[in-house]
């Protein structure tokens, strides 16, 4: 039997990411009917009014029923429960996925609490997003030119990993196979800990005495530190008690290099913080070579 080239998609949550995933399918000709369920309701009839979804189910045991490929896209911390609820009702669903950016501890809990169900669960996180948030902020394009990271199991049945694959090829994405440990540290480090320096700088500053000051006259520099500051922080919260060891371990290392940096300034050793400034250019411009490559191919 030949497979369908359009596909009856669900989701469960339907904010910037899943609103974005939804456009962007619907843009490229892969869905060819698009279901959520989300338990704020004012979200659903948002997604509804804007055209994102062509369905509001009513719960998520109906929308497993509807679909053919059914995406989890809610904050981190209730994945597990609205997971396992959508691999108990599989119903005609070939393939259940999520966008959940700590995937460890989740998988983990699949294997446990649904063994049978597991082999449907491909796991993934697409590498963007935005400082917004909600279905008013979703953009078709959001990840085209992006890495989408996958962390299937042994288990996971080879059907519903080609068609997350292809979900996300639709969308624009480059999508990469990564073991699910590694991929939480990867993400502590490139993720988690900038949003946690962002979030510690900015509010350290605020709470300064010359607060007002600093916000006054702050530039250029100041606004991209911090852009990701402005990020949800209930999303954030979650994250990182979420992703807790990993993004403990990056903490401890980026300390221990501020701690020698703080020891050179102290000591005037201006040769160890040239060296320490040459090295992280060197690396940041070669990052910015490759970030242009891939934008631009």
Not at 129 to 152: C, K, M, N, W, Y
Request: glycine residues 8%; charged residues 20%; hydrophobic residues 45%.
């Amino acid at each position: 039997m030949n497979e369908p080239q359009h596909y009856r998609l669900g989701f469960v949550g339907i904010g910037l990411i899943g609103g974005s995933l939804a456009l962007a399918l619907k843009n490229a000709g892969f869905a060819s009917s698009i279901t959520a369920w989300d338990h704020d309701p004012h979200a659903l009839e948002a997604a509804l009014e804007l055209g994102v979804i062509d369905t509001a189910a009513k719960d998520i045991t109906s929308l497993m029923e509807a679909v053919d490929i059914a995406v989890l896209a809610t904050p981190t911390l209730a994945c597990e429960s609205l997971i396992l609820e959508m691999l108990n009702n599989p119903g005609a669903t070939l393939c259940v996925t999520d966008v959940a950016s700590v995937k460890g501890d989740l998988y983990r809990g699949v294997l446990d609490a649904a063994p049978a169900g597991a082999a449907l669960y491909v796991p993934g996180h697409p590498i963007a997003g935005s400082e917004r948030s909600g279905v008013r902020a979703a953009d078709a394009a959001l990840f085209a030119q992006h890495r989408v990271i996958l962390t299937p199991g042994v288990d996971t049945d080879p059907l519903a990993l080609g068609l997350v694959q292809k979900l996300w090829t639709a969308a624009g994405a480059t999508v990469q196979c990564m073991d699910v440990n590694e991929h939480d540290s990867v993400l502590a480090a490139t993720s988690h800990l900038p949003h946690v320096l962002a979030y510690a700088l900015v509010d350290a500053l605020d709470q300064s005495p010359i607060r007002d000051d600093i916000f006054r006259f702050a530039a250029g520099g100041f606004r991209d530190f911090t852009r990701i500051a402005s990020s949800d922080p209930v999303m954030w919260r979650d994250i990182s008690l979420a992703n807790k060891d990993a993004l403990l371990a990056a903490l401890d290392d980026f300390c221990e290099h501020l701690g020698a940096l703080r020891t050179s300034i102290a000591e005037r050793d201006g040769a160890s913080l040239e060296r320490t400034f040459r090295t992280a250019k060197t690396a940041r411009d070669e990052f910015a070579k490759d970030l242009a490559m891939r934008d631009h191919p």
